[in-house]
């Protein structure tokens, strides 16, 4: 029978990773779709550095930022009695910085196509800035937030680089599906490296297929932030 | 009791234009912000909701202070009791016709009696409640865009070119219901537009906007009055607005007389305007001749006595405008260059004007 703890860590793992970006990657993405900063762009192309980048060069930076000689991972083990490094937490943060860029960047494109039109309309009916984004912005942008959260999660699972680097091979803690993929092919289990390898295939393929279906349908002509004229 | 004012002293600069205006308005009826394309229209309708910010100046209204740069002073735009209600509508998509109504009603500050009901009773927008902003029509999200203004219940409205996006049978059907405005919720309004002719027709005073600065601000029928204005309310379309009273009504000659003081003028039937009633005419003054002697074996029914007080010759394109005093309201005519010559026109001539049609504008609500 095969070890299905891997999968439920990998689950645990992208679930926690796409709740933290969601808080994090909304306002980068916001301000990002709404300043005229000069800064936009630096901060732009620092967020979509991990798209490019190799995962072994961000994995290597992040086991040097986060193991316990360095300021970072001193102080988290000061006040946790654990280390990043090799540990689920180091995995998180790891896998937060690693797919920032497909919270980030759907969501800015969403923001972007909903202009300035709704919000000064909300503006003038009494709606507070907050108010406004909860109560327009957030139901206006619901396919940005759909496709930044499939992606997200989709994105965390597949992860390999990073988490080798990282989180090494630990069972139960840092050994994610496809780790356990990598391992079963080294020790020549290919049944179980078929099996868990069909089952990312076809979760990823439901996922992306229930998303682009979604878009599909709510992406009619009469759809959008409301600006026609006629 | 004093009116309310909103005084306006700001210098907006924007990427290719610039706005600047040291004005007070009063708080009270319709006001129309006149202008053409660019004059900055928009522009002060926005810097006064709070949508751009001056770079010097302040604003207030009815004492509230909203912008004051030398005191470091911007209230945000959700914080101005202002309803804005925009030329191309901004119903929220996500949202039917009901949800963007009440979505106004559940963020009015004041506690106020104004119900979705009655609001949806005056614009008639039952039977659209359940649909979804995508299925209306061009006059009906106007239609839905000022109800849920309103009911924001503001101290003062903004109305930005709520026609101009519509086709002439559309504005025909809005315009009643934005006449019926001030009667129905007393709020003070400023009125965007580029048509002269929806101006006389419902604003009380107006201010004329040209290239970023205010040329003029007053009584609706004293600014249309103005030659030196034609330049910016557009020659062709002058004329003056009096105001009179519905005397009778002859429903055998299909006519309706309306007293100005002294004077009487007889127009086609308007049964609506009942007796007593003050209605706003409109005489445009290329529909009006004048003649030195009383005209006989004339089909024109509205021929006034008066005084000729003004000549105004425009050598280049061979035309006089005039202003003739019939007792109490004043008339504009346009006439050729040769008939002033012929007739030997003068100012302080006794002269009767004769107007050959004349326009019902408003039912009296001032």
């Not at chain 1, 980030?104 to 039109?117: I, N, Y």
């Not at chain 2, 519509?166 to 580029?194: C, G, M, W």
């Not at chain 2, 290239?211 to 910016?232: C, H, M, W």
């Not at chain 2, 004048?290 to 024109?300: E, F, K, N, V, W």
């Amino acid at each position: 029978m095969i070890d299905l703890t891997p999968l439920w860590l990998t689950l645990h793992l992208a679930f926690v990773t796409t709740v933290i970006l969601l808080g994090l990657g909304t306002p980068i993405a916001w301000w990002l779709a709404r300043t005229r900063s000069p800064l936009k762009v630096p901060i732009e192309a620092l967020t979509a550095l991990p798209l490019v980048l190799p995962p072994t060069v961000l994995g290597f930076y992040l086991l040097i930022l986060m193991s316990p000689s360095s300021t970072l991972g001193s102080f988290w083990v000061s006040i946790t009695g654990e280390a990043l490094t090799f540990s689920f937490s180091g995995l998180v943060v790891a896998s937060v910085i690693y797919s920032l860029p497909f919270m980030v960047q759907p969501l800015a494109r969403a923001f972007e196509s909903v202009g300035h039109e709704p919000l000064e309309a909300a503006a003038s009916l009494r709606a507070s800035p907050l108010d406004t984004f909860f109560s327009v912005v957030v139901p206006l942008c619901s396919r940005g937030f759909l496709s930044a959260i499939v992606l997200t999660f989709v994105h965390t699972i597949g992860e390999f680089g990073v988490v080798l680097m990282v989180g090494g091979n630990i069972p139960g803690q840092t050994k994610v599906i496809s780790i356990a993929i990598y391992e079963h092919v080294e020790t020549l289990r290919y049944d179980d490296a078929h099996l868990l390898s069909l089952g990312l295939v076809l979760f990823a393929f439901v996922a992306l297929l229930i998303t682009y279906g979604f878009n599909r349908r709510s992406n009619g002509p009469n759809r959008g932030a409301s600006r026609h004229v006629g | 009791m004093s009116v309310d004012v909103l005084d306006l002293n700001a210098r907006v600069r924007l990427s290719d234009f610039e706005l600047v205006i040291d004005e007070s308005l009063e708080l009270s009826g319709v006001t129309a912000v006149f202008g053409p394309s660019g004059s900055g229209k928009s522009t002060l309708l926005r810097t006064i909701a709070g949508f751009e910010q001056p770079q010097t100046g302040s604003i207030s209204c009815a004492g509230e202070v909203w912008f004051d740069s030398a005191g470091g002073i911007n209230v945000p735009p959700h914080r101005r009791s202002v309803g804005y209600m925009f030329q191309d509508a901004r119903l929220f998509s996500h949202l039917d016709v009901d949800g963007n109504l009440k979505f106004a009603q559940k963020r009015r500050g004041s506690i106020d009696n104004l119900t979705v009901e009655h609001v949806v009773d005056v614009l008639d927008l039952g039977a659209l409640l359940e649909r979804s902003v995508d299925a209306l029509s061009g006059g009906e999200r106007q239609r839905v865009a000022l109800g849920r203004t309103l009911l924001t219940v503001p101290r003062l409205l903004l109305l930005d070119e709520p026609l101009s996006a519509l086709d002439q049978a559309r504005k025909e059907d809005i315009l009643p219901y934005l006449e019926n405005l001030p009667r129905e919720f007393n709020i003070p309004t400023l009125y965007v537009s580029h048509d002269i002719d929806e101006v006389a027709h419902l604003a009380d005073r107006m201010v004329v906007l040209a290239n970023g600065s205010v040329k003029a601000q007053g009584q609706t029928a004293a600014i249309l009055e103005r030659f030196d204005l034609e330049p910016y309310t557009g020659r062709f379309e002058a004329g003056v607005l009096v105001e009179g009273e519905v005397t009778s009504h002859d429903d055998r000659l299909h006519l309706t007389r309306v007293d100005l003081h002294g004077a009487t003028l007889t127009i086609p039937m308007a049964a609506d305007a009942p007796v007593g009633e003050r209605v706003r005419l409109r005489i445009r003054a290329r529909d009006v001749a004048i003649a030195t002697r009383p005209p006989q074996g004339l089909s024109i029914r509205n021929v006034l006595p008066g005084t000729l007080l003004k000549i105004v010759i425009e050598p280049e394109n061979g035309t006089a405008q005039t202003i003739i005093d019939v007792g109490g309201p004043r008339i504009r005519a346009r006439l050729t260059l040769a008939a002033v010559e012929d007739l030997n026109l003068r100012e302080g001539l006794p002269v009767y004007a004769l107007i050959k049609s004349i326009s019902l504008d408003s039912l009296g609500n001032s």
